[in-house]
């Protein structure tokens, strides 16, 4: 069975070699028959890799520890859901998962392509040849997961424990699914300028593609922030690691990809940026795989430390993105411009903040590799960490979180900002409100986290001001009021629930790092200690034996201000034998929007636990925050007018003509 799964992925190159060719020749030359093959060979590369994906989980569920990777990375008392999901916790496991999402975007554009012209259709299917192609060549001559060890050991060396979590089964594929997903945009933007010709429809027929990486990508994001937050025992949401960074550049970047493709679409114009952004995207997800898998970077994220893996995705990188900026500098010039606006309306500011987002973008890049230039040209190793991510990367985003709320509320080619503000009244006005709270109210807040919750308000009521607006509230009956509301584009209301949902991730960042309070202290069972109005009680530690660990579990009772049990909150230390590690197993109790965090270390002399107890405000938002912007991109996507590809034109049926007597 394993010999099929690694035939397969041979076939899947070679299929992808046929996919990558003859369509872009039938498209160059205008034969129909040729571009005919890209549809049917596309979808049965992705059914051989969908097969070579299936061999190895099942080698995995079955713990056949004949595969060196199976045997490198899984143990047979592993839990089954652990030993499914370490099929991609690997570096070969996680390339195979790359290249499946990878084809299955292609399949699903042979599949639901029909509606594009043939010759635009067959040059996309071509360029995901081609990517398909090199890393599939990159996984048999440097990554092969079916490798084989004989003889075969008797018992594997067990998953990094770390990985050992369910965040493994959704924040991987989140991430590739946003990774990948960009690739479509990429080979789209290929096509056009193969092609030479850019319009509307293009623009229409990319923006979903978009939609989807990015809702997919910001979930992988999120997702991997709150596994970092509460398997690390370190009480931090986001470290700026350059392996975060690496997924958070290509978010940044599709942002503004998604913000160029509507100006696209509903006045054809940005089109030259639209498709920079489109190659720059896809080219930042190609610099987070280089990173990850290289090892030039020392991180938890990273999979794998051989070189030549390094210099062969480098490779990759240097033929695709530089291939592509190649192309867009010979054929940019001979593309039309688009429409004309003015710098107020709603145009420039979907232009502006393009500008904000990309330049944001090239201050976390220049912050990533500038530790491994420095390394590269003398030898020294220094690090770029918070500190400078802060200073630079929040003056940025300050601005632009202004400015969103007035987007929506402008007109088209030509704007009123004075108009706009007015409508902006009350949200300017709950946002001032909340500053004066905040600084009255809160014991210790400082100016700046009032302002940063005003700030956060003035998003949230700035992006219901919209909708509001659009709908009539105040100014029609009620009825009138919910009827406009039913009849408003989908599209409408995903952009209020992805604003609502950055301005709510604003306000969890803002609440954690202004007001979270710490508490390190040795406790014995029985001691109790405050901290924000609560009391948290000691009970006992006791041992526990899992499947595959050992376990001390430290059992804390909270009480509230009146003595009443709110529950129980267990933090532990586990032990994995096999790969001699600890890990940390923080204790979190989630109290509305609110957490208390609690991670115990080491023993005391005195036959005490050193705890570390956090509270938390408003932390869980901004997670909440990235799942409402989620959903609005999957509202969008569900919008009617995204779902129609080029307008196919039918003949209408001659109906008989009646007969005058």
Same mark, same amino acid.
């Given at each position: 069975?394993?010999?099929?799964?690694?035939?397969?992925?041979?076939?899947?190159?070679?299929?992808?070699?046929?996919?990558?060719?003859?369509?872009?020749?039938?498209?160059?030359?205008?034969?129909?028959?040729?571009?005919?093959?890209?549809?049917?060979?596309?979808?049965?590369?992705?059914?051989?890799?969908?097969?070579?994906?299936?061999?190895?989980?099942?080698?995995?569920?079955?713990?056949?520890?004949?595969?060196?990777?199976?045997?490198?990375?899984?143990?047979?008392?592993?839990?089954?859901?652990?030993?499914?999901?370490?099929? !991609?916790?690997?570096?070969?496991?996680?390339?195979?998962?790359?290249?499946?999402?990878?084809?299955?975007?292609?399949?699903?554009?042979?599949?639901?392509?029909?509606?594009?012209?043939?010759?635009?259709?067959?040059?996309?299917?071509?360029?995901?040849?081609?990517?398909?192609?090199?890393?599939?060549?990159?996984?048999?001559?440097?990554?092969?997961?079916?490798?084989?060890?004989?003889?075969?050991?008797?018992?594997?060396?067990?998953?990094?424990?770390?990985?050992?979590?369910?965040?493994?089964?959704?924040?991987?594929?989140?991430?590739?699914?946003?990774?990948?997903?960009?690739?479509?945009?990429?080979?789209?933007?290929?096509?056009?300028?193969?092609?030479?010709?850019?319009?509307?429809?293009?623009?229409? !027929?990319?923006?979903?593609?978009?939609?989807?990486?990015?809702?997919?990508?910001?979930?992988?994001?999120?997702?991997?922030?709150?596994?970092?937050?509460?398997?690390?025992?370190?009480?931090?949401?986001?470290?700026?690691?350059?392996?975060?960074?690496?997924?958070?550049?290509?978010?940044?970047?599709?942002?503004?990809?998604?913000?160029?493709?509507?100006?696209?679409?509903?006045?054809?114009?940005?089109?030259?940026?639209?498709?920079?952004?489109?190659?720059?995207?896809?080219?930042?997800?190609?610099?987070?795989?280089?990173?990850?898998?290289?090892?030039?970077?020392?991180?938890?994220?990273?999979?794998?430390?051989?070189?030549?893996?390094?210099?062969?995705?480098?490779?990759?990188?240097?033929?695709?993105?530089?291939?592509?900026?190649?192309?867009?500098?010979?054929?940019?010039?001979?593309?039309?411009?688009?429409?004309?606006?003015?710098?107020?309306?709603?145009?420039?500011?979907?232009?502006?903040?393009?500008?904000?987002?990309?330049?944001?973008?090239?201050?976390?890049?220049?912050?990533?590799?500038?530790?491994?230039?420095?390394?590269?040209?003398?030898?020294?190793?220094?690090?770029?960490?918070?500190?400078?991510?802060?200073?630079?990367?929040?003056?940025?985003?300050?601005?632009?979180?202004?400015?969103?709320?007035?987007?929506?509320?402008?007109?088209?080619?030509?704007?009123?900002?004075?108009?706009?503000?007015?409508?902006?009244?009350?949200?300017?006005?709950?946002?001032?409100?909340?500053?004066?709270?905040?600084?009255?109210?809160?014991?210790?807040?400082?100016?700046?986290?009032?302002?940063?919750?005003?700030?956060?308000?003035?998003?949230?009521?700035?992006?219901?001001?919209?909708?509001?607006?659009?709908? &009539?509230? &105040?100014?029609?009956?009620?009825?009138?009021?919910?009827?406009?509301?039913?009849?408003?584009?989908?599209?409408?209301?995903?952009?209020?629930?992805?604003?609502?949902?950055?301005?709510?991730?604003?306000?969890?960042?803002?609440?954690?790092?202004?007001?979270?309070?710490?508490?390190?202290?040795?406790?014995?069972?029985?001691?109790?200690?405050?901290?924000?109005?609560?009391?948290?009680?000691?009970?006992?530690?006791?041992?526990?034996?899992?499947?595959?660990?050992?376990?001390?579990?430290?059992?804390?009772?909270?009480?509230?201000?009146?003595?009443?049990?709110?529950?129980?909150?267990?933090?532990?230390?586990?032990?994995?034998?096999?790969?001699?590690?600890?890990?940390?197993?923080?204790?979190?109790?989630?109290?509305?929007?609110?957490?208390?965090?609690?991670?115990?270390?080491?023993?005391?002399?005195?036959?005490?636990?050193?705890?570390?107890?956090?509270?938390?405000?408003?932390?869980?938002?901004?997670? &909440?925050?990235?799942?409402?912007?989620?959903?609005?991109?999957?509202?969008?996507?569900?919008?009617?007018?995204?779902?129609?590809?080029?307008?196919?034109?039918?003949?209408?049926?001659?109906?008989?003509?009646?007969?005058?007597?």
């Amino acid at each position: 069975m394993v010999e099929i799964g690694h035939f397969a992925l041979v076939l899947a190159f070679a299929l992808a070699l046929v996919q990558s060719a003859v369509p872009l020749a039938g498209a160059r030359s205008g034969n129909d028959r040729l571009m005919a093959v890209g549809g049917p060979v596309t979808i049965a590369g992705f059914a051989l890799v969908a097969l070579a994906f299936a061999v190895l989980t099942i080698s995995y569920a079955r713990s056949d520890f004949s595969v060196a990777n199976v045997w490198e990375n899984s143990h047979s008392l592993k839990p089954m859901l652990f030993k499914i999901t370490g099929t !991609w916790g690997n570096h070969e496991g996680s390339m195979l998962l790359w290249v499946l999402i990878l084809t299955f975007f292609g399949a699903l554009v042979a599949v639901f392509g029909s509606n594009l012209p043939a010759s635009l259709r067959a040059t996309v299917l071509s360029v995901q040849g081609w990517i398909g192609a090199a890393f599939l060549l990159f996984i048999l001559a440097t990554s092969n997961p079916f490798a084989r060890l004989s003889p075969a050991p008797i018992e594997g060396q067990d998953l990094n424990p770390v990985l050992q979590d369910i965040g493994l089964a959704i924040h991987p594929p989140l991430l590739y699914l946003g990774y990948v997903g960009f690739s479509i945009c990429f080979s789209f933007s290929v096509a056009a300028l193969i092609d030479g010709r850019i319009d509307a429809s293009w623009a229409r !027929w990319v923006r979903p593609w978009t939609l989807g990486a990015w809702a997919f990508l910001t979930g992988g994001i999120a997702m991997g922030s709150y596994w970092a937050y509460y398997e690390l025992g370190w009480g931090g949401f986001w470290f700026w690691d350059p392996v975060e960074n690496a997924s958070f550049m290509p978010w940044l970047a599709g942002t503004a990809l998604l913000h160029s493709a509507i100006v696209m679409e509903k006045r054809s114009a940005l089109k030259i940026w639209t498709l920079l952004l489109a190659i720059l995207t896809f080219s930042l997800s190609l610099l987070g795989t280089f990173l990850v898998r290289s090892g030039v970077l020392t991180s938890v994220h990273a999979f794998a430390t051989d070189p030549s893996r390094g210099i062969f995705i480098l490779c990759i990188l240097t033929l695709f993105i530089g291939g592509s900026l190649a192309l867009f500098a010979l054929r940019a010039p001979t593309l039309a411009a688009g429409g004309l606006f003015h710098p107020i309306s709603r145009e420039g500011a979907l232009v502006l903040n393009n500008l904000f987002l990309t330049t944001a973008a090239a201050t976390v890049l220049v912050g990533t590799l500038y530790p491994l230039l420095v390394e590269a040209l003398s030898g020294d190793k220094i690090s770029v960490g918070a500190p400078f991510f802060n200073l630079t990367f929040g003056p940025l985003m300050a601005p632009l979180l202004v400015l969103v709320p007035f987007g929506p509320l402008l007109a088209w080619k030509r704007g009123d900002v004075l108009a706009a503000a007015q409508r902006l009244m009350t949200a300017f006005a709950g946002a001032l409100l909340a500053v004066m709270v905040t600084l009255l109210f809160v014991d210790g807040a400082s100016v700046l986290a009032a302002l940063g919750i005003g700030l956060a308000t003035w998003i949230v009521l700035g992006a219901l001001t919209d909708l509001a607006v659009k709908a &009539g509230v &105040g100014t029609a009956p009620f009825a009138t009021v919910l009827r406009r509301l039913a009849g408003l584009p989908r599209s409408m209301f995903g952009t209020t629930l992805a604003h609502l949902g950055l301005g709510l991730t604003t306000l969890g960042v803002v609440g954690v790092m202004a007001f979270q309070t710490e508490n390190i202290l040795a406790m014995k069972p029985g001691q109790t200690t405050g901290i924000s109005g609560y009391t948290l009680r000691f009970q006992d530690i006791v041992p526990v034996q899992g499947p595959n660990y050992t376990e001390r579990r430290a059992r804390f009772t909270l009480l509230d201000a009146g003595g009443r049990a709110r529950g129980e909150i267990l933090s532990s230390k586990r032990f994995y034998p096999v790969r001699q590690m600890p890990t940390t197993e923080a204790g979190i109790r989630t109290l509305g929007v609110s957490q208390l965090y609690v991670s115990i270390g080491d023993d005391t002399a005195d036959g005490g636990l050193v705890v570390r107890i956090w509270w938390k405000p408003f932390v869980t938002l901004i997670w &909440g925050g990235a799942l409402a912007m989620m959903a609005g991109g999957a509202v969008s996507l569900f919008d009617r007018r995204l779902r129609i590809g080029a307008p196919a034109r039918r003949r209408r049926a001659l109906q008989p003509q009646a007969v005058a007597p």
